[in-house]
């Protein structure tokens, strides 16, 4: 995956990210060992969904203390709660969504609300065609601009609880694989788009 990445990188920094990003909801469900999400998945536009407009990516401390009542950062900017065999997203995530705008399918990071109280995070996958899913506008970029990014919000949006790939109790561990997995295939795009730019510049003196 990293040599094709790289090697698409070459034409289009930017179409190389939206076609990685696009598979992240399988890829995800296949690390968390979860077969029947990642066929839910497979073949769907994807995206992934961990930042947060007021927490950045501060939103994976899985322990909760940034929504803590003493905290400066206050309540997440999405929440779940568990009802029966669901589970109900309330809430938005950042504007920088890859793929939100043209997505089927999300890898969702969010905490989770009981009693009023937010606790640790699950991560959950979402049909972007649910009832009560809205998107943003794409960011308007000066570069990258064919990985299109937006805002994904979340009104009393339902979730079969079997779309969960990983649970409170894993959810720390599963935040650590995702970043490892992630990071360097991220980086992959931009490190050559930017190295594709400075042989131009390079080239014209």
């Given at each position: ?34 077969m029947e999400m990642a ?47 669901k589970v109900i997203l309330n ?115």
């Amino acid at each position: 995956m990293a040599i094709a990445i790289e090697e698409l990188s070459w034409g289009c920094a930017g179409l190389a990210g939206a076609i990685l990003v696009n598979f992240f909801p399988t890829m995800y469900s296949l690390l968390a060992g979860n077969m029947e999400m990642a066929r839910y998945c497979e073949g769907r536009r994807g995206c992934w969904a961990i930042t947060e407009p007021e927490h950045g990516s501060d939103m994976l401390d899985s322990h909760a203390q940034l929504s803590g009542s003493g905290g400066t950062y206050g309540r997440p900017s999405i929440v779940a709660r568990i009802e029966g065999d669901k589970v109900i997203l309330n809430g938005q995530k950042s504007a920088w969504v890859s793929g939100a705008t043209i997505a089927e399918v999300c890898v969702l990071y969010t905490h989770v609300e009981q009693e009023g109280k937010t606790g640790p995070g699950i991560t959950v996958i979402v049909d972007l065609d649910s009832p009560g899913v809205t998107r943003g506008n794409p960011l308007e970029k000066m570069g990258l601009r064919n990985l299109n990014q937006g805002e994904l919000y979340f009104d009393n949006v339902e979730v079969p609880l079997s779309h969960v790939i990983a649970g409170a109790e894993g959810y720390d561990d599963f935040v650590t694989a995702t970043l490892t997995e992630a990071n360097p295939h991220v980086a992959g795009p931009v490190d050559r788009g930017w190295l594709q730019r400075g042989a131009e510049y390079r080239r014209r003196g």
